[in-house]
């Protein structure tokens, strides 16, 4: 009976969430295909896989590093702010040229730091330095060289909850761009598929019209054979090919079962790998971190655009350059 009324009287926050998933299932529906709505019991469906996604981005969203403080000292004593930047200078107008983050400070003046998420693209170099092992003579070696390349400081928030939880919304619409980008395939392969086939139509219509006489005189019997041998293998190749699409009927229901098995897979397209790396003061990898570097923890995110660098930072509005300053260099680099 106590289980027959919590289910009849379920909790307010188990209301709660409830509510705020079947939002989330229409919003899903509405971005991949509106027609998944005809499918059987769509709501029910989804649930699983669309929670699945959701509690996966929550807990990648607090994965990634941070929040790491970056101003004057941590770039003196972080061995990872001074990878990011060359100089203080350079990480001023990094974060200063963000018009997220100047419109955050201007929508926010009791706001005396900004927490956001920040990304680069780690690039490698092979280099050549001369090192001295164990005490012996200095020797040239290959080494490789670490750089940050368009460090991009985005999604500014008020405290480090509030940003992570953005970024649990910005994984799981990576989730999402990636069943709209099958969808978007299936249906571009659905329609090469059926022109090919109207094409074959036509041209094996245009043929016994012909009749054979015609072909005869145009190209020749043994031609001829040849010809309708090829066209014949074409619309034997078309015809498996149309074969392995779904069915009309089945349609609707297959391209839901493929939208679910997006949702209930999520690591599969949106996901972060971590990397342990050395690095000395000239983002060189250090052979030993106890002489010459210090051990550095990064985590790459990678989705449908691509992969970066990604870590939560924290901004000082103290530290922000004058606008103009800021963008009159941009202009002049740009000139």
């Given at each position: 009976?106590?289980?027959?009324?919590?289910k009849?009287l379920p909790d307010?926050a188990e209301r709660?969430?409830?509510?705020?998933?079947?939002?989330?299932?229409?919003d899903?529906v509405?971005?991949?295909?509106?027609?998944?709505?005809a499918a059987r019991?769509?709501?029910r469906?989804?649930?699983g896989?669309?929670?699945?996604?959701?509690?996966?981005?929550?807990?990648?969203?607090?994965?990634?590093?941070?929040?790491?403080?970056?101003?004057a000292?941590?770039?003196?004593e972080?061995p990872?702010?001074?990878a990011f930047?060359?100089s203080?200078?350079?990480?001023?107008?990094a974060?200063?040229r963000?018009?997220?983050l100047?419109a955050?400070?201007?929508g926010h003046?009791?706001s005396?730091f900004?927490?956001?998420l920040?990304?680069?693209e780690r690039?490698?170099k092979?280099?050549?330095?001369?090192r001295?092992?164990?005490?012996g003579?200095p020797?040239?070696?290959?080494?490789?060289s670490v750089?940050f390349?368009?460090?991009?400081?985005?999604?500014?928030a008020?405290?480090?909850?509030d940003?992570r939880?953005?970024?649990?919304i910005l994984v799981?619409?990576?989730?999402?761009?990636?069943?709209?980008?099958?969808l978007a395939?299936?249906?571009?392969?659905r329609?090469?598929?059926?022109?090919?086939?109207?094409l074959?139509t036509?041209?094996?219509k245009l043929?016994?019209?012909?009749g054979k006489?015609l072909d005869s005189?145009?190209?020749?019997?043994e031609?001829a054979?040849?010809?309708d041998?090829?066209l014949q293998?074409d619309?034997?190749e078309v015809?498996?090919?149309?074969?392995a699409?779904?069915?009309?009927?089945?349609?609707?229901?297959h391209?839901?079962?493929?939208?679910v098995a997006?949702y209930?897979?999520?690591?599969t397209?949106?996901?972060?790998?971590g990397?342990?790396?050395?690095l000395?003061?000239m983002?060189?990898v250090?052979?030993?971190?106890r002489?010459d570097?210090?051990r550095?923890?990064?985590l790459?995110a990678?989705?449908p655009r691509g992969?970066?660098?990604a870590?939560?930072?924290r901004?000082?509005?103290?530290?922000?350059l004058p606008?103009?300053?800021?963008?009159?260099?941009?202009?002049?680099?740009?000139a």
């Amino acid at each position: 009976m106590a289980r027959w009324l919590q289910k009849l009287l379920p909790d307010p926050a188990e209301r709660q969430r409830r509510r705020r998933l079947v939002a989330v299932i229409e919003d899903v529906v509405s971005h991949t295909d509106p027609r998944l709505r005809a499918a059987r019991r769509y709501r029910r469906r989804l649930e699983g896989p669309v929670e699945k996604s959701l509690l996966y981005g929550e807990a990648l969203s607090w994965a990634i590093p941070g929040p790491i403080d970056f101003n004057a000292a941590s770039w003196l004593e972080d061995p990872l702010v001074h990878a990011f930047f060359s100089s203080v200078p350079a990480m001023k107008a990094a974060f200063s040229r963000s018009r997220d983050l100047r419109a955050f400070f201007e929508g926010h003046p009791e706001s005396q730091f900004c927490y956001c998420l920040l990304f680069a693209e780690r690039q490698l170099k092979t280099v050549f330095t001369t090192r001295q092992l164990d005490g012996g003579i200095p020797q040239e070696m290959a080494t490789t060289s670490v750089t940050f390349a368009e460090p991009l400081p985005c999604l500014p928030a008020a405290d480090e909850a509030d940003l992570r939880g953005q970024l649990g919304i910005l994984v799981f619409n990576g989730v999402t761009r990636a069943a709209v980008a099958l969808l978007a395939k299936r249906k571009k392969d659905r329609k090469a598929v059926e022109e090919q086939q109207a094409l074959l139509t036509l041209r094996m219509k245009l043929s016994r019209d012909a009749g054979k006489c015609l072909d005869s005189m145009m190209a020749g019997g043994e031609q001829a054979d040849r010809a309708d041998a090829a066209l014949q293998r074409d619309v034997a190749e078309v015809e498996r090919r149309a074969a392995a699409l779904p069915a009309r009927t089945t349609e609707l229901e297959h391209t839901f079962q493929e939208v679910v098995a997006v949702y209930d897979s999520p690591e599969t397209h949106v996901h972060v790998s971590g990397i342990d790396i050395c690095l000395d003061r000239m983002n060189l990898v250090a052979p030993e971190c106890r002489y010459d570097g210090a051990r550095v923890r990064l985590l790459e995110a990678t989705g449908p655009r691509g992969t970066r660098v990604a870590l939560v930072a924290r901004y000082a509005r103290a530290d922000m350059l004058p606008a103009e300053a800021v963008f009159l260099d941009a202009e002049k680099a740009l000139a």
